[in-house]
């Protein structure tokens, strides 16, 4: 009998476990539904259609994959070969003479960065620099010393020892080829000391091993050519004749008093992020075959230990952060103190004001080694304002007509830059409204130009551009009266020599005078032409209370940040944190900081419950491209959606944007990044890895080139899913922030120092990119500049208003408002559509990516500046998602999100990705992002192939189809193990029982 009961348990016992584990499988697997399918895949996706319409409605150039790589290798080479800039050029030492025998040295030659540290080794269809040059049949190239690096990991400790057996061919091959190699990435800013082994020098300087290397080679060659690959701004002083430490040649090292022989050092190129082509591009250049007409896209300065943003970069801790009631244990802060002065704005009004006897001891020569928009050429171009500029009061812009001469021998590109010098009054001063001397105004870019040539470019100046923003008085927008220089200009620097011009001055400077001053706001001069509503402070509660010398009627709170200010450089020179500093205790902070309360009244405003699941219209998806995003029948579409789909679409985005078959709605997919496509999760076929990083887009200062190489982009997802990969639809890319500091980790993510450069090719290459059905979603808004403890609950960066509009959202603001892209599309003719398809410009800024950090206090996914700002000024109807987060229980809460203008979910949370997804406010804000979130795909790649009439359904995902399965094989075995207990039980089957041993004694 024992033996038959224990059979029995052992039995049910065995098929209940299997029975709980694949029922528990099968609902965690419902759960992660979004993740398995895009891990394993989702069912094919099918059309109904039974009408004529054409759904093609984007014109691609490629119809094969092949060709679509082709076609962006080709863009990424162009890009390089335009961006490159060439920074140094004694006794034409470049181009090479014909046959000139060249030896690539260093370790990083090969092992380059193509964007973000990505290593052209280990890429496919990828071409090293040194590569480059080897396989141009133009240039006799050294492969003994390709060899010996082939066999070490870096840089040689001592180069004479490790190189001595290749000494004997340099000789036939005497020209060196050098790169200096920096990378960063996500997560891991420059160092701003690399320890003692390098002198505590920053990572950022050159090091012992890169000294000892060019010093070997100023020994053994003719001449040495350093290739500088690096998309942060390094160090380079030692590239210039009159640097303090350099003595005919002679270098001697700061940090070691060691001395260095660099004088034949006769060329520099800037070459950072230069992409999969980077080596032919480079290879080009040295020869000749392509002139280099690349800027610099930030300030190269002597020593980053003495710019403003220096002592305010990097982790500091709030002492009491285990009070702050928050989702973490610490909470890091970063103010900046350096106000507007980013970059040039400060070197180049710090000149001024020492020029004027304001900031004695300022040397500008010590200081900065290569101005921003600094670039050289094999040739020489003049350049010359033509007529008069006109001026348009209705959209506030001038334009300028400037006629470009080449004037040397050898054809090339010229780059002609406009900037701006607003007047700096007493009542600036008084406001505390602080001015940079110059601002960039605009710029423009000829086509290659023969000796002699010329080409006259029109160059757009947007007036609300260079307005200056009073956060303390006015609380708005000003344009002061008086006179507005505007200087046709080399780099930032040239205003100087064109003020001590003794003739001709009129041909590259002219004044524009203001005779009252413009206020921006209701009540005096009302709005800026190019604002969608009027700009007021928005950033009172989150920003502005934090600094000393704000007025007005908000109280500051303790432990202020102070604003450097033109008024007094020296006495106001930003410090490090002080003890005081260290301590959160303003109570607005300290609610913005604690947990997020959703129940709260305050967070409830909306009592109306907002229609949901009526009867559905007729409408697709599909039916809804081109509908401008406040027609009314958005609000029909919307109205059919059910509360469980939308919360569905809202909280999975993690690499995807859901499906929804009901109303017409595709799944599409999301993949990083601004150079390239990559996702772990989706299938990513043969394609370009890497295009340039967003320096090298914006060192070209070409905005046709930068659209273009945004439509090379959306060219390659289409094709991608041609050859049978995943249809992209989304990017994580491109990236508008600023390089407020030469070791910010993500600058290779990053156009530039200059909003006006970075908002300008960021449209373009955006425009490129969403007219060929892509969605950008531009990263990450805001203040991201740093990447030291932006995920440890995300560190406070403080700015006030001003700055953080004149600099921090500039490049924001351009791309909203000047990125276009044609739309095709089937216009609403009354109660049915046309039958032939219709074109639109549209916004093409589709998209943001929030940030980790804070804004203030606040987490920036969840600032009042995303409506505030981005929609209500700038007219913004992109889809907001977060970066990877938005969940329960962090400070990235997807509530929090909702209620405060995002969209969408950068992670994927099942049906669990809320608190509250049933009261008035949060009901109306899922439709608020779902809307934002389908006006996006509607206008996307997402709908191509798919006409308005269409019905769209998915086979089962295969994963689906092995869990039935499974189900079917252990019902069966189920049935058989009841079958089994109920026949032992009934003795049909006869269970022996177990013979127990006899005990010993």
């Known amino acids: 009998m024992k033996a038959k009961n224990r059979r029995i348990t052992y039995l049910a016992v065995t098929g209940i476990a299997v029975l709980a584990i694949l029922g528990g499988a099968t609902i965690a697997a419902n759960m992660q539904s979004n993740n398995l399918d895009l891990l394993l895949g ?120 490790s190189l001595a057996s290749a000494e004997g061919t340099f000789a036939q091959y005497p020209t060196a080829v050098i790169t200096l190699k920096r990378n960063s990435g996500e997560g891991n800013d420059h160092s701003l000391n690399a320890g003692a082994a390098e002198q505590n020098r920053s990572g950022l300087v050159i090091t012992n091993a890169e000294l000892k290397l060019i010093d070997y080679a100023c020994k053994k ?53 230069c992409g999969s082509q980077g080596g032919i591009a480079l290879a080009n250049i040295l020869k000749g075959a392509v ?129 701006v010098s607003a007047p700096y009054t007493d009542e600036d001063k008084a406001n505390h409204v602080e001015k940079s001397h110059v601002v960039l105004a ?73 005779a009252k001053k413009v206020v921006f706001k209701d009540g005096k001069d009302g709005k800026r032409p190019t604002d969608k509503s009027t700009a007021v402070n928005k950033e009172d509660d989150e920003l502005n209370y934090h600094f000393k010398n704000y007025g007005g009627d908000v109280d500051h709170g303790e432990g202020y940040a102070i604003n450097f200010t033109r008024t007094n450089f020296r006495g106001s020179f930003p410090q490090s944190p002080r003890d005081e500093d260290m301590e959160l205790t303003d109570a607005r902070a300290l609610k913005q900081v604690g947990k997020y309360d959703v129940w709260a ?144 980790g993500r600058n290779y993510e990053y156009y530039s120092e200059d909003g006006v450069l970075a908002g300008k090719m960021a449209a373009a290459e955006a425009g490129g990119a969403s007219e060929k059905g892509l969605i950008v979603f531009m990263k990450h808004y805001a203040l991201n500049d740093q990447e030291t403890n932006r995920q440890k609950n995300g560190y406070c960066a403080w700015v006030n208003e001003q700055a953080f509009r004149e600099v921090y959202l500039k490049g924001w603001e351009l791309y909203m408002k000047e990125a276009k892209m044609t739309v095709r599309y089937y216009a609403q003719e009354g109660e049915t559509l046309a039958s032939t398809l219709s074109e639109k410009t549209m916004s093409a800024a589709t998209g943001i990516m929030t ?58 949370n099942g049906g669990d990705g809320l608190y509250d997804a049933s009261s008035p406010t949060a009901v109306y804000h899922l439709k608020d992002a779902t809307k934002h979130i389908l006006f996006n795909k509607a206008n996307s790649n997402c709908v191509q192939g798919i006409s308005p009439s269409a019905s769209i359904w998915y086979d089962m995902s295969p994963w689906k189809g092995g869990f039935i399965a499974a189900w079917v094989v252990v019902g069966i075995l189920a049935l058989a193990d009841t079958a089994v207990i109920t026949l032992i039980a009934l003795d049909k089957i006869n269970v022996k029982e177990r013979k127990e041993p006899e005990e010993e004694y």
């Open 42 to 161: 989702r069912g094919k996706q099918h059309t109904n259609d039974n009408s004529n319409l054409d759904g093609n409605y984007i014109n691609f150039k490629f119809d094969n994959q092949d060709d679509a790589l082709k076609n962006a290798q080709r863009m990424t080479q162009l890009t390089a070969e335009e961006g490159m800039t060439l920074l140094k050029n004694k006794d034409n030492a470049l181009p090479l003479a014909a046959n000139e025998g060249v030896t690539v040295l260093g370790y990083y030659s090969w092992h380059n960065n193509m964007s973000g540290g990505e290593d052209p080794a280990d890429t496919k269809g990828a071409v090293s620099l040194a590569n480059g040059i080897e396989q141009d049949t133009d240039i006799p190239f050294n492969t003994a010393t390709k060899d010996l690096y082939a066999a070490t990991s870096g840089d040689f400790a001592d180069p004479a020892t």
């Open 221 to 273: 060659f003719n001449k040495v050519i350093i290739v500088v690959n690096s998309a942060n701004a390094m160090e380079l002083g030692w590239l210039q004749e009159d640097d303090p430490n350099m003595n005919n040649g002679i270098y001697t090292d700061p940090y070691t008093n060691s001395q260095y022989d660099f004088g034949k050092v006769k060329a520099a190129i800037w070459a950072g992020c």
């Open 291 to 419: 002139n280099p007409s690349g800027h610099l896209v930030d300030t190269y300065v002597r020593d980053l230990r003495n710019d403003p943003t220096y002592k305010n970069f990097g982790s500091y801790l709030y002492s009491n952060s285990d009070e702050l009631n928050s989702y973490q244990d610490e909470t890091f802060f970063v103010e900046y103190e350096e106000g507007i002065y980013v970059g040039y704005r400060y070197y180049e009004t710090a000149y001024k004001e020492a020029k004027d006897g304001n900031y004695a001891g300022f040397d500008y020569a010590r200081e900065v080694v290569f101005p921003f928009g600094y670039g050289l050429s094999y040739t020489t171009f003049s350049q010359e304002y033509v007529g008069t500029p006109s001026f348009d009061k209705e959209t506030n812009e001038y334009t300028f007509q400037v006629k470009v001469t080449n004037t040397g021998a050898v054809k090339g590109k010229g780059v002609a830059q406009i900037y």
């Open 442 to 514: 605009g710029f423009g870019k000829t086509e290659v130009l023969d000796p002699n040539a010329s080409e006259t470019l029109t160059i757009k100046v947007n007036r609300d551009y260079f307005t200056s923003y009073d956060y303390q008085v006015e609380k708005a927008y000003i344009l002061d009266a008086g006179e507005y220089k505007f200087y046709l200009s080399d780099n930032a620097h040239s205003w100087a020599e064109i003020d001590e011009l003794a003739s001709g001055k009129e041909k590259v400077l002219w004044t524009d005078t203001l």
């Open 601 to 744: 009244e305050e967070n409830n405003p909306i009592t109306e419950m907002p229609t949901v699941n009526t009867d559905p219209t007729s409408y697709t998806l599909a039916s809804m491209r081109g509908v401008d995003f406040d027609d009314p029948k958005w609000d029909d579409y919307m109205n059919q959606f059910t509360k469980d789909k939308m919360v569905e679409m809202v909280t999975n985005g993690g690499w995807n944007e859901k499906a929804d078959t009901e109303n017409g709605v595709p799944e599409s997919y999301d993949a990083d990044s601004p150079y390239g496509y990559y996702a772990a999760a989706l299938s990513i076929k043969n394609i370009n890895k890497w295009y340039c990083g967003d320096p090298m887009v914006a060192a070209t200062f070409n905005e046709k080139l930068a659209r273009e190489l945004g439509d090379a982009f959306g060219e390659e997802a289409h094709a991608n899913y041609l050859a049978g990969g995943s249809l992209i639809t989304g990017i994580y890319g491109y990236g508008l922030n600023m390089h407020r500091s030469a070791f910010g």
């Open 851 to 908: 940030c980790y950090n804070r804004i203030g206090a606040t987490w920036g996914g969840a600032s009042v500046s995303i409506h505030g700002i981005l929609e209500d000024e700038f007219g913004f109807t992109g889809t907001a998602i977060t970066d990877a987060g938005g969940q329960k229980n962090t400070y990235m809460t997807s509530d929090f999100m909702l209620r405060r203008g995002g969209h969408l979910t950068l992670t994927n």
